[in-house]
């Protein structure tokens, strides 16, 4: 399985981006997947995750403000995000722990 994320870019503060992790498989349909960022000099932080049921969970940082869901017809999850701050900037990262695939990040930049 690869997972391709996509949908980063720079926007300013208070505003939205959709970002899109599409996997070459069915995997989404019997495996969680978690988004993941890391910011320059940061560790990595888990910032939401969706089971194979659909059950969501999100850092305490981004609730209220980022939304994980899933469309299994088409083997892509999304991460929408809204009202977006300057320390939401870092790579974000899909991952499907059950079989240790990453995807190959996609840049998020705030400006304030």
């Known amino acids: 399985v690869q997972l391709q994320a996509s949908g980063g870019g720079l926007v300013q503060a208070g505003g939205s981006l959709r970002l899109s992790c599409a996997a070459s498989?069915?995997?989404?349909?019997?495996?969680?997947m978690n988004w993941y960022r890391q910011a320059p000099g940061k560790q990595r932080e888990l910032v939401a995750g969706?089971?194979?049921?659909?059950?969501?969970n999100y850092a305490d940082s981004v609730k209220g403000r980022f939304t994980i869901f899933k469309e299994n017809a088409k083997n892509t999850v999304y991460l929408q995000m809204n009202s977006l701050k300057p320390e939401d900037t870092a790579v974000y990262y899909c991952?499907?722990?059950?079989?240790?695939?990453r995807g190959q990040g996609t840049q998020v930049t705030v400006s304030s």
């Open positions: 498989g069915n995997i989404f349909s019997f495996a969680a």
């Open positions: 969706i089971s194979a049921g659909g059950s969501t």
């Open positions: 991952s499907v722990p059950l079989v240790g695939v």
